[in-house]
């Protein structure tokens, strides 16, 4: 059975930081890409943020400059560095990762909210 395992979750002033982290765990021998996305009430689930195995990052245009994931594959890990939140930041955020040459396994979500 593999698991994500997802915290850093909250609420935060504009402006403030959080740092997101996912871990996997079972029984797993490979991890390709690693990513973060986010739902937002009313909205599809959307990209936020991938990392994959040979480093190569995508990220969503709304959150260039600010965010910043990363990756510990030791410790079959990815995180996500998020500055200068913004209130359209409030969402469920998800872990998502390719294990096993299978498919995706998710993440069952941590809330991030951005208000005063």
């Known amino acids: 059975q593999v698991q994500l395992v997802e915290s850093g979750g909250g609420l935060v002033q504009p402006g403030g930081s959080l740092r997101l982290s996912c871990a996997a765990s079972g029984n797993i021998f490979r991890i390709d890409a690693m990513g973060w996305y986010r739902q937002a009430p009313g909205k599809e689930r959307e990209l936020v943020a991938r990392i994959f195995s040979g480093s190569s990052i995508n990220y969503a245009d709304s959150v260039k400059g600010r965010f910043t994931i990363s990756r510990d594959n030791a410790k079959n890990a990815v995180y996500l560095q998020m500055n200068i939140l913004k209130p359209e930041d409030t969402a469920v955020y998800y872990c998502?990762?390719?294990?096993?040459?299978?498919?995706?396994?998710w993440g069952q979500g941590t809330q991030v909210t951005v208000s005063s």
């Open positions: 998502n990762a390719d294990i096993n040459y299978r498919g995706n396994f």
